[in-house]
């Protein structure tokens, strides 16, 4: 039995607290990542963000309230923080030839 199920890509940015909240509206609203995973500055994960075409409504983002408090309430005790971006096809590459 094979699994056609094509890998995951990870991509990984580091951002500043404040801009935490804004960053992960921006990643959400492009619809190109299932999931979100924000680590604490000891590596442990804070929050994990699982996104679905259902999170996406007329491009506008659409994330519960709870969650965009979550990560707000992070950002103001991190000076930065790394996010782990979950896609199911590869980023696009900026500034092609």
Known sequence: MSDDKK???IEEIE???EKLVEEVKRIAAEGKASRIR???PDGDIAV???LTVGAIAGGAVVLA?????IV???AAFVS???IEIVREDPPEE???D
């Open 7 to 9: 890998p995951d890509w």
């Open 15 to 17: 951002v500043a607290g």
């Open 38 to 40: 924000i680590y604490e």
């Open 48 to 50: 994990d963000i699982p």
């Open 65 to 69: 309230a709870p969650v965009l408090a």
């Open 72 to 74: 707000g309430a992070l």
């Open 80 to 82: 930065k923080v790394r």
């Open 94 to 96: 900026d500034g092609a």
